[in-house]
């Protein structure tokens, strides 16, 4: 059974660079047909997709945060990362990772992460 | 950006209710549009794709329909495992954009 676990810090100042890593067990990154996603939570909001990569590194980002975020994947490693830039007190939230299927009609994120909190405080 | 509108955002039902969740999109997004339930302190979880399509493992009393800009799922028995809070998202066009949720609640 396929499962993601997300790493990282807890706590970050602003302005700093928050990097989250997401391990992959039960499977293999490298599967083709899949996409390997980030996704966040506020306090108490809803859900913002952050983007997505491919095995062959190829990505896409929400506009909204494009020139603040990096994915990157290890497939050696079987994990993918998320970088995120320059942050402030907007970008606490619970962050998920999850793995993304675009085949068809066949679209969804599935299986997701347990979640990370990040709290942006100085 | 895609906008999805969840309406209510809020239900009172009781156990055994039939409950109805509609999910509205800004523009067609043919049949690209999930849905997911998230209890408190957990991942969401995948329930349907493709509008109408029920992921494995998800108890057939839960069914999706619509396409393009009109969708709906619906709990035809609600069972206490199903108070949670259930998110649409689209997969039609980058960026993915999911609707601001409806938390079902025990009457």
């Known amino acids: 059974q396929l499962q993601l676990q997300e790493s990282g810090p807890g706590l970050m100042k602003p302005s700093e660079t928050l990097s989250l890593t997401c391990t992959v067990s039960g499977g293999s990154i490298s599967s083709s047909s899949y996409y390997w996603g980030w996704i966040r939570q506020s306090p108490g909001k809803g859900l913002e997709w952050i983007g997505i990569?491919?095995?062959?590194?190829?990505?896409y980002y929400n506009p909204s945060l494009k020139s603040r975020v990096t994915i990157s994947v290890d497939t050696s490693r079987n994990e993918f990362s998320l970088k995120v830039s320059s942050v402030t007190a907007a970008d606490t939230a619970v962050y998920y990772c999850?793995?993304?299927?675009?085949?068809?009609?066949?679209?969804?994120?599935?299986?997701w992460g347990q979640g990370i909190l990040v709290t942006v405080s100085s | 950006d895609i906008q999805l509108t969840q309406s209510p955002s809020f239900l009172s039902a009781s156990v055994g209710d039939r409950v109805t969740i509609t999910c509205r999109a800004s523009?067609?997004?043919?049949?690209?549009l999930a849905w997911y339930q998230q209890k408190p302190g957990k991942a969401p979880k995948l329930l349907i794709y493709?509008?109408?399509t029920l992921q494995n493992g998800v108890p057939s009393r839960f069914s999706g329909s619509g396409s393009e800009t009109e969708f709906t799922l619906t709990i035809s028995s609600l069972q206490p495992e199903d108070f949670a809070t259930y998110y649409c998202q689209q997969l039609d066009t980058y960026p993915f954009t999911f609707g601001g949720g409806t938390k079902v609640e025990i009457k």
């Open positions: 999850a793995r993304h299927r675009s085949s068809g009609s066949s679209r969804w994120f599935d299986p």
């Open positions: 493709a509008a109408s």
């Open positions: 990569i491919y095995q062959s590194g190829s990505t």
């Open positions: 523009q067609g997004i043919s049949s690209y």
